[in-house]
């Protein structure tokens, strides 16, 4: 017989850890599950902590709820997802944290869209056949494996999921535009044009625009996010097109969360054309990147490392992407033509790259 390998100690913790791994999609559906209840919302709306009942009232949850509405919030506490404190007369009472208050619906910093967006099915669904995909010979990513056409081309039939992902980017943006101008301004001083490569609905192009009267800034998309486009703000230019084909030209190009939806040879290809569209360095010429760099994070949260290999997993399912080191980075910035970059660790889990050609 075979020696055993590991202590039942050993064998015991490991029972538990595989435990909470099976148990994870539970803490997504806590999420989802608070966004739907609105529970940030009405505690924001309330002003000071709440007692359970208020919640209970304030949310119309009916009596035969309020057991197990109870234990649902205190794994949310448990999680940080709200806090609870005791009063001096012993009433415990609910509050926001920092993370609730990313889920408040009418506030700056919102994430709710993208959460939305997120939790969907058709973000999540392709995740379910990572096993047949990984032994069938199918050469797509898994979310062309599960659906039979790529994301872009569901956005491009769905208006409904269109607008939920232009939304959920849009959400992020905000985001990061409050995080850039009040931290990383100086990425776009002394620049008289920006192109935003995938910009979306253009909330990056807008905030700007907006920060920066003197920058002439334009969106570029594909036609059918640009197409559908309701509030095109006046300053701001929105073009449609391929970024495979060309970009429209600019003393800078910003392409925020796109090169990790694509393959090395891909980024490649995208940075070249970029590369066209923008002046020398001597003239201003650059590429701001926002993405990821894999190892390195500015937080040492909890979770950021364990956060940034899960994003990694997100667009290998749902795009053939990649998050990526800095040597991985690097080397493409190298094939693409690029001779110098530098790169701030500003946001979390995210980086400002600045590429000079
Ligand atoms: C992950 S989203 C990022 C959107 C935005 N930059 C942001 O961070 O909120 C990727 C964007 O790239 C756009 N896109 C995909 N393929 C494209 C192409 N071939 N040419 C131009 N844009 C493209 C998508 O429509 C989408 O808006
Ligand atoms: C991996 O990028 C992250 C996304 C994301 C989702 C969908 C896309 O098309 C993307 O291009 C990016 O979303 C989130 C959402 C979060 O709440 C936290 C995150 O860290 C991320 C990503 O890193």
Redo the contacts with the bound molecule.
């Keep these: 017989m075979a020696e055993m390998e590991f202590t039942t100690a050993e064998l015991v913790e490991a029972h538990a850890q595989v435990w909470n791994l099976s148990f994870g999609y539970l803490k997504s559906m806590c999420l989802k599950c608070s966004l739907e209840l609105g529970i940030a919302d009405v505690l924001k709306k309330h002003g000071k902590p709440m007692e359970l009942s208020e919640l209970t009232s304030a949310l119309s949850v009916p009596p035969s709820k309020f057991e197990p509405f109870d234990r649902f919030m205190t794994t949310l506490v448990h999680l940080e997802l709200f806090a609870k404190k005791q009063d001096d007369s012993g009433a415990k009472k609910y509050m926001l944290t920092p993370a609730s208050h990313l889920l408040l619906k009418d506030e700056a910093m919102s994430i709710t869209p993208l959460i939305t967006l997120l939790l969907d099915p058709t973000m999540c669904d392709s995740s379910n056949v990572l096993g047949p995909w990984f032994k069938s010979p199918y050469k797509g990513n898994p979310f062309e494996f599960y659906f039979g056409k790529g994301i ?1 081309d569901v ?1 491009g039939e769905k208006p409904q999921f269109n607008k939920m992902f ?1 939304e959920g ?2 959400s ?2 905000k985001f990061v535009c409050n995080v850039v101008m009040t931290s990383c301004r100086d990425v776009f001083k002394g620049l008289k044009s920006v192109v ?5 609905t253009g909330i ?1 192009a807008r905030s700007i625009a907006h920060a920066f009267p003197g920058i002439k800034c334009t969106v ?3 036609p059918h ?1 640009i197409d559908t486009m309701e509030d095109q703000q006046p300053g701001v230019a929105y073009v449609g ?4 084909a060309s970009v429209p030209h600019a003393n800078a190009v910003l392409l ?3 090169l990790h ?1 694509w393959n090395n040879e891909e980024c490649v290809k995208i940075l070249q054309r970029c590369k066209e569209a923008i002046p020398p360095r001597a003239d201003g010429g650059k590429i701001i990147i926002i993405d990821m760099v894999i190892g390195a994070v500015t937080n040492k949260h909890v979770c950021a490392e364990e956060t940034q290999l899960l994003c990694d997993l997100l667009v290998m399912s749902l795009y053939s992407g990649k998050e990526r080191n800095e040597r991985e980075w690097h080397n493409i910035f190298l094939s693409a033509g690029f001779t110098d970059y530098k790169i701030t660790h500003f946001l979390g889990i995210r980086s400002i790259i600045e590429l000079y050609p």
């Design positions: 872009w956005a232009n980017m849009a992020d943006s935003d490569v995938g910009g979306g990056m570029f998309d594909l996010v097109g391929d970024m495979f925020k969360w796109i939806d």
